[in-house]
Each structure stands twice: as structure tokens, then as C-alpha cells.
Nanobody
Framework: VQLQASGGGLVQAGGSLRLSCAAS??????MGWFRQAPGKEREFVAA????????AYADAAKGRFTISRDNAKNTVYLQMNSLKPEDTAVYYC?????????????????WGRGTLVTVSS
């Protein structure tokens, strides 16, 4: 079981990034993205169910971020637009067997190693 996140980097405020998380080892139910800024707790960003019927977003992500998944590739994506300096964090992908979306870290059993997103002002 492995989740491999990629796509982070340095971007100016107002720019965009697309994160990817390739999963292997099994088929997952809900998958999500969390982030953790220095000195802060890990927080929910977005999540999506296996059938892509339901998505959920943190208030900070609504209207700017879009989560999607390609089940054939076992990959989940996070398109981030209009990035702000406060979006700077390590972004982690997470997965669970259950199909329902979870919005707290303890809802997820499988975690990737994270990818750093830095937004300059």
C-alpha cells in the first residue's frame, strides 16, 4: 500500500498548481488532501468518494481548489488556483477503504509522504 504525492513547488500568489497522488496496493474508497503549515495542525483541504459523486472542501479551498480522481489510474488530483501565501504548507494525500468522505485526519488510514507547496507574495 503506497500513496505517492507530487506536483508541489514554488509559485507566486495568484498562480496555480496541480497536485497528483498515485495510489497502489489496493482500491480505495474515499481519498482526500490535507495540509500542514509550520507550527500548525494538519487540516482538511478536500476529499472525494470513489464514484466521484460526492466531494467536500474546506472553506479555505472552496471556489479555488478542485479535487478529482481517475480510478483507472488510481490517482487523485488537486487543482489549486488563485493561490495565496496562506496556502503554503506540506500537502498530504490520504485514503481510506470506507466510501464515505472523512474530514479529519483520524478518518484516514493510508497517507502519502507529502509535497511542499510554497506561495510567495
Amino acid at each position: 500500500v503506497q500513496l505517492q504525492a507530487s506536483g508541489g513547488g514554488l509559485v507566486q500568489a495568484g498562480g496555480s498548481l496541480r497536485l497528483s497522488c498515485a495510489a497502489s496496493g489496493r482500491t480505495y474508497g474515499a481519498m482526500g488532501w490535507f495540509r500542514q503549515a509550520p507550527g500548525k495542525e494538519r487540516e482538511f483541504v478536500a476529499a472525494i468518494t470513489y464514484l466521484r459523486i460526492t466531494t467536500a472542501y474546506a472553506d479555505a479551498a472552496k471556489g479555488r481548489f478542485t479535487i478529482s480522481r481517475d480510478n483507472a489510474k488510481n490517482t487523485v488530483y488537486l487543482q489549486m488556483n488563485s493561490l495565496k501565501p496562506e496556502d503554503t504548507a506540506v500537502y498530504y494525500c490520504a485514503a481510506r477503504v470506507l466510501v464515505e468522505i472523512g474530514e479529519v485526519p483520524s478518518d484516514y488510514y493510508y497517507w502519502g509522504r507529502g509535497t511542499l507547496v510554497t506561495v510567495s507574495s
